[in-house]
Nanobody, 122 residues
Framework: VQLVESGGGLGRAGGSLRLSCAASGGSFSTLSMGWFRQAPGKEREFVAAVTWNSGATYYADSVQGRFTITRDNAKNTVALLMNNLEPWDAAVYYC????????????????WGQGTQVTVSS
C-alpha cells in the first residue's frame, strides 16, 4: 500500500488546514486509516483514525473537537480537516494505514506515508 499526503503548509493560529492522503496498491475499504504527527524533538504521536468497517472515528485528546478525519472509499482517500490551529499543532503529519481496527500506537501501523509538514504561525 502506498500513501501520498498533500495539503500541508503554513497555517495561522486559529485558522484551518486540510490534509489529504491518497492510497493505492491495496484494498482501501478494508484498511483503517489515520494520521500521526511528529514535532521536532518529540516522539511520533497518534492524531486521529477512522475504522474500515463502521467508519468510527478516534482522536487524540489534544485535537478532539478541532480536527475531523473523513474517508472516501470510492476515491481511496482520507482527509484531516484541522480547525482552530494551535502553535503546538506544527509537525510533520503522516498518513497511515492499519490492517484491522486502529490502535493509537506507532507499532500498530502497517503502512506509512512520507509525511507532510504543517507549520503554524502565531
Amino acid at each position: 500500500v502506498q500513501l501520498v499526503e498533500s495539503g500541508g503548509g503554513l497555517g495561522r493560529a486559529g485558522g484551518s488546514l486540510r490534509l489529504s492522503c491518497a492510497a493505492s496498491g491495496g484494498s482501501f475499504s478494508t484498511l483503517s486509516m489515520g494520521w500521526f504527527r511528529q514535532a521536532p524533538g518529540k516522539e511520533r504521536e497518534f492524531v486521529a483514525a477512522v475504522t474500515w468497517n463502521s467508519g468510527a472515528t478516534y482522536y487524540a485528546d489534544s485535537v478532539q473537537g478541532r480536527f475531523t478525519i473523513t474517508r472516501d472509499n470510492a476515491k481511496n482517500t482520507v482527509a484531516l480537516l484541522m480547525n482552530n490551529l494551535e502553535p503546538w499543532d506544527a509537525a510533520v503529519y503522516y498518513c497511515v494505514a492499519i490492517v484491522g481496527l486502529p490502535i493509537p500506537r506507532t507499532g500498530a501501523v502497517d503502512y506509512w506515508g512520507q509525511g507532510t509538514q504543517v507549520t503554524v504561525s502565531s
